[in-house]
């Protein structure tokens, strides 16, 4: 099915042999079987992880952001679509960007959208499952592409979707397997209980030996990153590659991150960003076999930056409706917030405060999760780089802000050995700080939101110790030690708990004792953490919250010449000096300003 890859700019046409040459040399079939055209250059659009981002708004800011969004990507789409074009997205779309207001409507604006645009093949997300799958199934009903999940079997043994299929442009035989990461069943155990997620690898591997002979183009549209997530197997694109090197395209997601095209096992693997922000345009370059069937002879790939686009006004008046009422919940108000912000500006502009000290932004989930468990002790994360709650009014939209995802709290009895591994594996995020250097690193493989802040306990994190041995001074509130034997209650949120805490994987080995769950969904009358803390400031504070931190943690070990910090943080906001960005916009700056750096200023 395919033979090379070739850039985008050097991309030719196979011509093949014309029909009249054929006949003077004898090669030709009979005028009856005579095929044309002899190529064809196959167009596919990919897209993946809008997460809600229907129109140019950012609803949890409540502002235009035109970075990307869906009735952008209609512009590009509607641009360079031609006959011979298929229209492809890799989930991950229902949930963001207050998309969750709409699950019960009829139809959601993000369906509404994409059967506009005229999508052909919509693979589900991780995301998708976080409603429950009476909502998945849904949302999937009013989906006018083809859905497919062919990992994904329900109580009853029949699978959620078709696992593939066979989709013909002129007569080229195109087939499409869609699968989603078995990674799902850490993240939505509770709403996939019953259900059963195999390998995607193995079932992949299953109808490509099905379906080869019946195809001339083979592309997998799959809900994976190129790299397996928490070692396990065949979660990644690149054990799909390397499994089923029959693929001509493997449009992969869920990573956030761009990848134009990169070659792996002879696959073609390309890669969105998030929030609309890119669109993959894909050509096969095909040519006629003399038996009628097509082969890739050619493959190129390009990253669009949606930015450049303009939203297409006829979408965007289709989805105005749901535009005016995602505006108008964003700004209810809740309550006020009086005596300044909750937490104070970045000092590096790629670093976000809350990461690198205590802050009452972090003090202040922690203790509405505290409040509704009775836990001694709670962690949380920063869920996103730009997260802060503004003095004055505070609106639903400044929630979301603080706390973007959709997570639920969960309440877990833990003991104090099991504490300082989960601390550890948190302080891990850092890299180890070295002398000379003049600003904090972090690790570029840990995503910002695997970082907790921990409240009930005071400590210090050493950043100058490796990984493993950085939670130093360890104490309850009243000064005591705390002891590996210690039994207390823990506040997390359900991504936390089924992820890392409630299972051997990241933090905890086979054999290891594990922390109980005592409580999922507290309080789930109310809703998520993100509803918990509107009704804290409502009826438990009266509608008044204060900026409160407490200090109980800091950073230490990093022994910098305070006067070298402050000009290197000077010159990092002259933009004279910069710190590089990762691959995926969920890290935070791998690199740091030296005095080597600073001596050339």
């Excluded at 997260?387 to 400044?398: L, T, Y």
């Excluded at 905890?508 to 769950?517: C, I, K, N, V």
Aim: charged share 20%; net charge negative.
């Amino acid at each position: 099915m395919k033979e090379n890859m070739i850039s985008r700019r050097t991309f030719m046409r196979a011509a093949g042999v014309t029909a009249a040459a054929a006949t003077i040399t004898g090669m030709a079939p009979s005028a009856s079987a005579c095929f044309w055209p002899f190529t064809m250059d196959l167009q596919i659009l990919a897209t993946s992880d809008t997460h809600g981002k229907f129109v140019p708004w950012d609803y949890a800011a409540n502002k235009a952001e035109a970075s990307g969004s869906v009735a952008q990507q209609a512009t590009a789409i509607q641009q360079r679509r031609t006959a011979d074009t298929l229209v492809i997205d890799a989930g991950d779309t229902i949930q963001g960007n207050s998309a969750q207001l709409f699950l019960e409507d009829d139809l959601h604006p993000m369906m509404a959208a994409m059967n506009a645009i005229g999508y052909d093949v919509w693979v589900p997300g991780n995301h998708e499952y976080n409603y429950g799958m009476d909502t998945l199934k849904k949302v999937m009903s009013q989906q006018k592409a083809k859905v497919l999940t062919g990992n994904v079997y329900g109580p009853d043994g029949a699978a959620l979707a078709d696992g593939y299929t066979i989709i013909k442009k002129k007569d080229v035989r195109i087939g499409l397997i869609g699968m989603v990461t078995p990674n799902i069943t850490r993240w939505d155990a509770v709403n996939l209980r019953g259900w059963t997620v195999t390998n995607p690898v193995d079932e992949c591997r299953k109808i490509v030996d099905q379906i080869k002979d019946q195809v001339d183009v083979l592309i997998g549209v799959v809900h994976m990153d190129t790299e397996n997530e928490y070692g396990v197997q065949g979660s990644g694109a690149r054990d799909l590659a390397n499994a089923c090197p029959e693929f001509d395209v493997i449009i992969a997601a869920h990573g956030h991150k761009e990848i134009p095209g990169e070659e792996i096992n002879g696959v073609l693997v390309i890669e969105n960003k998030s929030n609309g922000a890119t669109l993959s345009e894909i050509h096969l370059n095909l040519q006629r076999q003399w038996n009628g069937s097509w082969k890739v002879t050619g493959r190129s790939s390009e990253s669009l930056q949606i930015k450049e686009f303009e939203a297409d006004p006829a979408l965007v008046s289709l989805l105005a409706p749901y535009d005016e009422r995602a505006k108008a919940d964003a700004v209810i108000p809740i309550g006020e917030l009086r005596g300044g912000n909750m937490a104070p500006e970045n000092e590096i502009v790629n670093i976000p405060s809350a990461m690198v000290q205590d802050t009452a932004l972090l003090d202040f989930i922690n203790e509405v999760q505290m409040y509704y468990t009775g836990a001694q002790v709670s962690a949380t994360a920063l869920t996103s780089m730009t997260g802060q709650m503004q003095e004055g009014v505070i609106r639903k939209c400044d929630l979301t802000s603080i706390y973007t995802y959709e997570n639920t709290l969960y309440k877990l009895q833990m003991n104090g050995a099991q504490l300082r591994d989960y601390m550890e594996w948190s302080a891990a995020f850092f890299k180890t700080w070295q002398p000379g250097d003049v600003t904090i690193a972090f690790d570029p493989s840990t995503r910002y939101y695997l970082y907790d802040a921990f409240e009930g306990v005071n400590y210090e994190l050493d950043i100058s110790e490796e990984p493993g041995n950085r939670i130093k001074n360890l104490t309850w509130p009243d000064g005591r030690p705390v002891q590996d034997n210690d039994s207390f209650v823990i506040a997390v949120n359900n991504y936390r708990a089924t992820t890392q805490l409630l299972m051997a994987a990241d933090i905890f080995a086979p054999g290891d004792e594990m922390p109980q769950l005592l409580e999922m969904d507290v309080r789930g009358d109310v809703g998520g953490i993100r509803e918990l803390l509107g009704e804290y400031i409502r009826t438990v504070k009266g509608g008044v919250i204060e900026p409160r931190v407490n200090q109980n943690w800091r950073i230490i070990g990093n022994n910098w010449n305070p006067a070298s910090h402050d000009k290197a943080v000077a010159l990092l906001r002259e933009g004279k000096l910069t710190l590089s960005e990762n691959q995926d916009t969920r890290t935070l700056p791998s690199t740091v300003i030296t005095e080597a750096d600073l001596a050339a200023f």
